[in-house]
């Protein structure tokens, strides 16, 4: 039945997005044929034609396909399938374009006579106007579409209906957190009838109010029982040499599996990569989210950004530089060893802030601690050898500005985990587990932690957990929220000293 509904669901998303699409192309060459003053067509074929349905509509919904917007979506988020859709959207305009360009169409050469915007009168072509409105157009309206179809869903769900009753394997901890998890996020409409131990045979007969009809050795007749949507396999570590075993008895029934991984899931990626190798499945379980075109687009924000930084920055730094040649004797850059990506040093720079020594972070070597430094080895609030304008200069983090021409050469990037000092580093990766995670991106100027006031002796652990949610969830995007969120409160922090 539940195979039925979601055919039926599918085929109204089918039907919905061609729709979408539709008035998403008219509206494109709408637009375009009154911006530019073009003729409307004298022929109703052309109707049909110039908006490019019978391009983009067959090609959007195979392009959706394959991005995986036609599958169950229940218990991935809002966010996550508007994301595809964007991605895909952008791809099919792509696509489109590709395909006219092969069958030799002359809308991708047709110049006009439309009006002229001086050097921008290049871009002011039937195809690139019609097919840049189509770029906005289609994301925004079936986006849209989705979210409308999304809250109507959520709101029939909550009234118990259009549920999906699922069974959870495991009664120990790991079950009951998945139970918790989704009943805590009943937009997602799947319900837990009741839970199978992962013991052979048990006596328990109450789990989080909802029963367990007994153990793995009564796995089938329990099936056949009470049969399923869906099943849930939330198996301890310690047993999960069962795990194989289980999903070949699973096969008998058409039921649906999805596997809970007992590891806390701030050591795991936000998505992990399946691939295969000559018949030999690969889990990637954990691999560095800068790889490929990601870490391309990165370099290139980061370019762009220290760049126009130091042009806006610049007469500041140059006050800087000779308020801290005022304050005392010393150099005006101070240089530190830190860690960034991949466990690599480099040499940090930064505006000298105290008295003339030779390592700013703790007294005359950099493994001697001095008494001003804090326990986890930071400079203290109130340390005598800093300057009044160093101080100055820290409050406001003016000193790191210098770090700009580090993110040129490489060494870092502008948004990421702070770096810390090689010594630090390897105290705390045998004494905080998955510290090392924030080693997988280079450090930055800015992060994730540092705009939500987690700057100085904030708590460690709050940020390495803020560091790791970045390394999982990092975007281009996220990295340029980030940085417009840094011109507001990552300045100046009551934990800057």
């Given at each position: 039945?539940?195979?039925?509904?979601?055919?039926?669901?599918?085929?109204?998303?089918?039907?919905?997005?061609?729709v979408?699409?539709?008035?998403a192309?008219y509206?494109?060459?709408?637009?375009?044929?009154i911006r530019r003053?073009?003729?409307?067509?004298?022929?109703?074929?052309?109707?049909i034609?110039?908006?490019?349905?019978?391009?983009a509509?067959?090609?959007?919904?195979?392009?959706y396909?394959?991005f995986?917007?036609?599958?169950p979506?229940?218990?991935?988020s809002?966010?996550?399938e508007?994301?595809?859709?964007l991605?895909?959207?952008?791809?099919?305009?792509?696509?489109?374009?590709?395909?006219?360009?092969?069958?030799?169409?002359?809308?991708?050469?047709?110049g006009?006579t439309?009006?002229?915007?001086?050097p921008?009168?290049w871009?002011?072509?039937?195809?690139?106007?019609?097919m840049?409105?189509?770029?906005?157009?289609?994301?925004?309206?079936?986006?849209?579409?989705?979210?409308?179809i999304?809250?109507?869903?959520?709101?029939?769900?909550?009234?118990?209906?259009?549920?999906?009753h699922?069974?959870?394997?495991?009664?120990?901890?790991?079950?009951?957190?998945a139970?918790?998890?989704?009943?805590?996020?009943?937009?997602?409409?799947?319900?837990?009838?009741?839970?199978?131990?992962?013991?052979?045979?048990?006596s328990?007969?109450i789990?989080?109010?909802?029963?367990?009809?007994?153990?793995?050795?009564?796995?089938?007749e329990?099936?056949?029982?009470?049969?399923?949507?869906?099943i849930?396999?939330?198996?301890?570590?310690?047993?999960?040499?069962?795990?194989?075993?289980t999903?070949?008895?699973?096969?008998?029934?058409?039921?649906?599996?999805?596997?809970?991984?007992?590891?806390?899931?701030?050591?795991?990626?936000?998505?992990?990569?399946?691939?295969?190798?000559?018949?030999?499945p690969?889990?990637s379980?954990r691999?560095?989210?800068l790889?490929?075109?990601?870490?391309?687009?990165?370099?290139?924000?980061?370019?762009?950004?220290?760049?126009?930084?130091?042009?806006?920055?610049?007469?500041?730094?140059?006050?800087?530089?000779?308020l801290?040649?005022?304050?005392?004797?010393g150099?005006?850059?101070?240089?530190?060893?830190?860690?960034?990506?991949?466990?690599e040093?480099?040499?940090?720079?930064?505006?000298?802030?105290?008295?003339?020594v030779?390592?700013?972070?703790?007294?005359s070597?950099?493994d001697?601690?001095?008494?001003?430094?804090?326990?986890?080895?930071?400079?203290?609030?109130?340390?005598p050898?800093?300057?009044?304008?160093?101080?100055?200069?820290?409050?406001?983090?003016?000193?790191?500005?210098?770090?700009?021409?580090?993110?040129?050469?490489?060494?870092?990037s502008?948004?990421?985990?702070?770096?810390?000092?090689?010594?630090?580093?390897?105290?705390?990766?045998?004494?905080?587990?998955?510290y090392?995670?924030?080693q997988?991106?280079?450090?930055g100027?800015?992060?994730?932690?540092?705009?939500?006031?987690?700057?100085?002796?904030s708590?460690?652990?709050?940020?390495?957990?803020?560091d790791?949610?970045?390394?999982?969830?990092?975007?281009?995007?996220?990295d340029?929220?980030?940085?417009?969120?840094?011109?507001?409160?990552?300045?100046?922090?009551?934990?800057?000293?």
């Open positions: 039945m539940l195979k039925q509904r979601h055919q039926v669901f599918v085929a109204l998303f089918v039907v919905a997005d061609a979408m699409a539709s008035i192309c509206a494109a060459w709408s637009l375009r044929t003053g073009d003729a409307w067509p004298t022929e109703w074929e052309q109707y034609k110039e908006p490019l349905i019978l391009f509509v067959p090609i959007a919904l195979y392009v396909s394959l995986g917007l036609y599958r979506m229940r218990d991935r809002l966010w996550s508007l994301s595809r859709v991605r895909a959207s952008l791809v099919v305009v792509g696509v489109v374009i590709i395909a006219l360009w092969m069958l030799g169409s002359e809308f991708l050469t047709a006009g439309g009006p002229e915007f001086g921008l009168s871009a002011d072509t039937p195809a690139k106007v019609q840049g409105w189509l770029a906005v157009f289609l994301p925004l309206g079936v986006g849209t579409l989705r979210w409308g999304r809250m109507g869903l959520r709101h029939i769900r909550s009234r118990g209906k259009n549920l999906r699922v069974a959870i394997i495991g009664t120990g901890r790991l079950g009951q957190i139970c918790r998890t989704l009943a805590r996020n009943s937009w997602t409409g799947i319900q837990v009838s009741y839970f199978i131990s992962h013991h052979p045979k048990t328990r007969r789990c989080l109010n909802r029963p367990v009809l007994g153990g793995m050795e009564e796995l089938e329990i099936l056949e029982r009470r049969p399923l949507d869906a849930y396999l939330a198996i301890p570590s310690r047993f999960a040499s069962q795990i194989p075993e999903l070949k008895r699973l096969e008998r029934f058409a039921v649906d599996v999805r596997i809970i991984p007992d590891v806390s899931p701030r050591y795991l990626p936000d998505s992990m990569a399946v691939s295969e190798l000559e018949g030999m690969i889990l379980y691999e560095c989210p790889y490929g075109l990601g870490g391309f687009t990165k370099r290139l924000l980061d370019l762009g950004g220290a760049l126009l930084a130091l042009l806006l920055f610049a007469p500041v730094m140059v006050v800087a530089a000779i801290v040649r005022l304050s005392g004797p150099p005006i850059v101070y240089k530190q060893r830190r860690v960034s990506l991949g466990g040093q480099f040499e940090i720079y930064k505006f000298r802030t105290m008295q003339e030779v390592d700013e972070s703790g007294g070597t950099a001697q601690k001095s008494p001003t430094q804090g326990m986890d080895g930071w400079t203290e609030r109130d340390d050898r800093i300057t009044p304008i160093g101080q100055w200069l820290r409050k406001t983090s003016l000193d790191e500005l210098p770090q700009l021409f580090n993110v040129l050469r490489g060494d870092m502008l948004v990421g985990p702070r770096p810390e000092r090689p010594e630090l580093i390897e105290r705390f990766r045998d004494d905080w587990r998955g090392m995670l924030r997988h991106v280079k450090a100027m800015t992060g994730w932690a540092q705009i939500n006031g987690l700057r100085g002796q708590s460690l652990r709050k940020r390495l957990q803020y790791l949610f970045y390394i999982r969830h990092w975007s281009v995007w996220f340029i929220r980030i940085l417009f969120v840094t011109f507001f409160r990552g300045f100046i922090s009551p934990n800057a000293h």
